[in-house]
């Protein structure tokens, strides 16, 4: 899905408003609608973060009334959702809105072959209508691809970047919240990636209470590491309201998958009305 839309009308029209462009490698660049001034730069600002954890992009004239701010591939963003700021010399900031996102370099992106891991970077807007930047880092990263659906389980297909699936290669859907609740299946390798099916009676058997939460990780073979399975090599910042799947009946429960706030895929068992 290409994402080159502008931000909804927040009724903030004196905010400042940046336009972004995605390249390829995982870079960003900024056009500010902004008057220069001495010492601007574009703040970004993560959730969470300590005091002093910014990262500051000086801005450049690019045209009148237009400032440019350039984040680099090789720039390390920590994973997380940094909210973006337009700073002044004089410690002033001003909360920037999304302009116009070109974002089509993103879609059905494929890191090469010898990629340790991937780092994504998306601008979109927030719940306040703010510009946030959503930044991924995953070494080695499971993406998922195709999910199948039948009346019992569910199949998906995926690519492993940064490592190589094994011998002994399982998917382990652990039970959040749980101390330590695990269900296990293989994980067989197929061309260019895995594959693996996941019944769903397993996860339901139990349930006591209004609903379980499954976690799902790849782990790559005996010995291997853990890998978060996740779909983030894309152009979709929140796949929640975009990838919905139906669910299933199984024993007390009705089971779907599902993506996370993060991305990452899950599997939810609630408990059946009667």
Same mark, same amino acid.
């Given at each position: 899905?290409? +994402?080159?839309?502008?931000?909804?009308?927040? @009724?903030?029209?004196? #905010?400042?408003?940046?336009?972004?462009?995605?390249?390829?490698?995982?870079?960003?660049?900024?056009?500010?609608?902004?008057?220069?001034?001495?010492?601007?730069?574009?703040?970004? &600002?993560?959730?969470?973060?300590?005091?002093? !954890?910014?990262?500051?992009?000086? *801005? +450049?004239? !690019?045209?009148?009334?237009?400032?440019?701010?350039?984040?680099?591939?090789?720039?390390?963003?920590?994973?997380?959702?940094?909210?973006?700021?337009?700073?002044?010399?004089?410690?002033?900031?001003?909360?920037?809105?999304?302009?116009?996102?070109?974002?089509?370099?993103?879609?059905? &992106?494929?890191?090469?072959?010898?990629?340790?891991?991937?780092?994504?970077?998306?601008?979109?807007?927030? &719940?306040?209508?703010?510009?946030?930047?959503?930044?991924?880092?995953?070494?080695?990263?499971?993406?998922?691809?195709?999910?199948?659906?039948?009346?019992?389980?569910?199949?998906?297909?995926?690519?492993?970047?940064?490592?190589? *699936? @094994?011998?002994?290669?399982?998917?382990?859907? &652990?039970?959040?919240?749980?101390?330590?609740?695990?269900?296990?299946?293989? #994980?067989?390798?197929?061309?260019?990636?895995? +594959?693996?099916?996941?019944?769903? /009676?397993?996860?339901?058997?139990?349930?006591? !209470?209004?609903?379980? *939460?499954?976690?799902?990780? *790849?782990?790559?073979?005996?010995?291997?590491?853990?890998?978060?399975?996740?779909?983030?090599?894309?152009?979709?910042?929140?796949?929640?309201?975009?990838?919905?799947?139906?669910?299933?009946?199984?024993?007390? /429960?009705?089971?779907?998958?599902?993506?996370?706030?993060?991305?990452?895929?899950?599997?939810?068992?609630?408990?059946?009305?009667?």
């Amino acid at each position: 899905m290409t +994402t080159t839309a502008e931000s909804p009308d927040t @009724g903030r029209s004196a #905010a400042p408003r940046a336009d972004c462009i995605a390249d390829s490698a995982g870079g960003l660049t900024f056009d500010v609608t902004a008057a220069g001034r001495p010492g601007a730069a574009l703040v970004l &600002r993560r959730h969470g973060a300590h005091p002093g !954890a910014d990262v500051r992009l000086p *801005l +450049t004239p !690019a045209a009148e009334g237009l400032l440019r701010a350039v984040l680099p591939s090789t720039v390390e963003l920590a994973e997380g959702a940094w909210e973006a700021y337009l700073g002044g010399g004089d410690d002033s900031e001003q909360r920037l809105e999304p302009g116009l996102r070109d974002l089509r370099a993103l879609v059905d &992106r494929e890191p090469g072959p010898d990629a340790d891991g991937v780092a994504v970077r998306i601008p979109h807007a927030d &719940r306040s209508g703010g510009l946030v930047v959503r930044s991924w880092l995953r070494r080695p990263h499971a993406e998922t691809g195709t999910i199948g659906l039948d009346a019992g389980a569910v199949t998906v297909h995926g690519r492993l970047y940064g490592a190589e *699936l @094994g011998p002994g290669a399982t998917v382990e859907a &652990r039970l959040r919240g749980s101390g330590g609740r695990v269900h296990r299946v293989a #994980a067989s390798a197929e061309a260019g990636g895995f +594959t693996f099916t996941l019944p769903y /009676a397993p996860l339901a058997d139990g349930l006591d !209470a209004k609903e379980w *939460l499954w976690d799902l990780w *790849l782990i790559t073979g005996t010995g291997g590491p853990a890998v978060r399975l996740a779909r983030i090599l894309d152009d979709v910042p929140l796949k929640q309201a975009i990838f919905v799947y139906p669910g299933a009946k199984a024993g007390p /429960a009705v089971v779907r998958p599902y993506y996370t706030g993060a991305n990452d895929l899950s599997v939810r068992a609630d408990a059946a009305r009667g």
